[in-house]
């Protein structure tokens, strides 16, 4: 069955980075997109970007342009964001998810990143 | 970039209920529109696809109707367990992705 592994909550304190993993099974890890979705406390989903993990080629809406970079390893079908210069805005839960024809399909569990002095 | 506007942003039903939520595109979106499920502390669940399509699994008391710009999720019975945040997300044009803002039904 298809499932995306998340890694571990974070706690950051402001400036610094964090980087997410998201580990594939169940599937052929180069066949579909991957999308990160966070969501803040309380509040809705909000899209941070996508992968390709075949090419590797990314797109990020313009809010996160130049913050945040999303990488792949195929050889342990693991996706990662990382997310720099954090502020306790970026405190949220961070979601990877798999695509087919831009449709989410399947979720991972969540990571939560607080960020805190 | 499209916007999703979702409507009610909460709703108070009861058990056996029938509930409606709808989405609204801020253009033509054709049938291209994706409804999620949310319960607290979890990750969202595909409910229906391509604006009317079923996902596998999901309980029949869930429909999905509309083209273009509007959009409905009917709950035909509500059940226990559908007390939940409902978002719907459009797959016209990504990216950018876009959700519209939840829809929670609370009892």
């Known amino acids: 069955q298809v499932q995306l592994v998340q890694s571990g909550a974070e706690v950051k304190k402001p400036g610094a980075s964090v980087k997410v993993s998201c580990k594939a099974s169940?599937?052929?890890?180069?066949?579909?997109?991957l999308y990160w979705v966070r969501q803040a406390p309380g509040q809705g989903l909000e899209w941070m970007g996508r992968?390709?993990?075949?090419?590797?080629?990314?797109n990020f809406p313009q809010k996160f342009q130049g913050r945040v970079t999303m990488t792949r390893d195929t050889s342990i079908n693991t996706a990662y964001m990382a997310l720099s210069s954090l502020t306790s805005d970026d405190t949220a839960v961070y979601y990877c998810?798999?695509?087919?024809?831009?449709?989410?399909?399947?979720w991972g569990q969540g990571t939560l990143v607080t960020v805190s002095s | 970039d499209i916007q999703m506007t979702q409507s009610p942003s909460s709703l108070s039903a009861f058990v056996g209920d029938r509930v409606t939520i709808t989405c609204r595109a801020s253009?033509?979106?054709?049938?291209?529109l994706n409804w999620y499920q949310q319960k607290p502390g979890k990750a969202p669940k595909l409910l229906i696809y391509?604006?009317?399509s079923l996902q596998s699994g999901v309980p029949s008391r869930f429909s999905g109707s509309g083209s273009g710009t509007d959009f409905t999720l009917t709950i035909s019975s509500l059940q226990p367990e559908d007390f939940a945040t409902y978002y719907c997300?459009?797959?016209?044009?990504?990216?950018?992705?876009?959700f519209g803002g939840g829809t929670k039904v609370e009892i």
């Open positions: 169940g599937y052929t890890f180069t066949d579909y997109y």
């Open positions: 253009q033509t979106i054709f049938t291209y």
């Open positions: 998810a798999r695509v087919r024809a831009a449709i989410v399909d399947f």
């Open positions: 391509a604006a009317s």
């Open positions: 992968i390709n993990p075949n090419s590797g080629d990314t």
């Open positions: 997300q459009q797959s016209y044009s990504s990216p950018p992705v876009t």
